[in-house]
């Protein structure tokens, strides 16, 4: 009895550090200069140091950015006098180690008839040490245009979610794109306006691997 209880302590002790393996960092909340609306990630606990330090220094690059952009909407509020409205916010959208993506929102409200947010991605693979682009994944023209294809179907046969009258040539796929790695492919996050109305939201379309793998010549 006694050795059952033992070894029953013992893997309560040892699965959560097992489960703690299997993600690529620990992400935590960090809040910019004591304002609340200002609340971006920093990561910790990677395989890479090196890595870590890079990651957070592109967050705060970020969130440095962003209070900027707070400042100059406060700035025009009290110029041409409506309530100015700023929120940051962020998501972890894929934390299996060696890849990390999360996800940043931007609301802004700058008068009119509603505010707008923006969003943008991080990701970063820890094994080759470096932040990933979409024009990092879809390297060669053939990848590109076999996504936009997938999109278009997609966005097509949705008439009520996406622009009815959406063109090929509207989906813009580039280095700024956002997007977020999953098991089986990635993400597109695409922005207001983009290529659905303002009601329809941060429209995100999972594509599977195997839609541009195939072109994939490395």
């Known amino acids: 009895m ?5 070894c029953f302590i013992l893997f309560a002790i040892i699965t959560p550090t097992v489960f703690a393996n299997g993600q690529t960092a620990l992400v935590t909340d960090e809040i910019y200069k004591d304002i609340e609306s200002l609340k971006y990630p920093q990561v910790s606990e990677t395989e890479k140091p090196g890595m870590e330090d890079k ?3 592109a967050f705060q690059k970020y969130i440095k950015e962003s209070y900027i952009e707070l400042k100059e909407n406060e700035e025009q509020a ?3 006098d409506f309530h100015a409205e700023y929120q940051t916010d962020y998501e972890v959208k894929y934390n299996q180690s060696p890849k990390l993506s999360i ?3 931007n609301y802004i409200y700058s008068g009119g008839a509603h505010g707008n947010t923006t ?3 991080f990701n970063f693979d820890i094994d080759k040490g470096k932040r990933v682009y979409l024009t990092n994944i879809l390297t060669e023209k053939e990848q590109i245009e076999a996504v936009r294809d997938y999109v278009w179907e997609y966005a097509t046969e949705r008439p009520d979610i996406f622009y009815p009258d959406l063109k090929k040539e509207d989906i813009k796929l580039t280095k700024d794109t956002a997007f977020y790695f999953t098991d089986d492919g990635i993400t597109l996050v695409f922005q207001q306006y983009e290529i659905a109305p ?3 939201g941060n429209q995100e379309i999972h594509v599977p691997t195997e839609v541009y793998e195939k072109n994939d010549k490395k």
Do not use: G, H, Q
Not at 2 to 6: A, E, Q
């Open 2 to 6: 006694k050795k059952l209880c033992l």
């Open 55 to 57: 990651i957070n220094k």
């Open 103 to 105: 996800l940043t929102s």
């Open 198 to 200: 303002y009601v329809a």
């Open 78 to 80: 009290e110029k041409y």
């Open 119 to 121: 969003v943008e991605s």
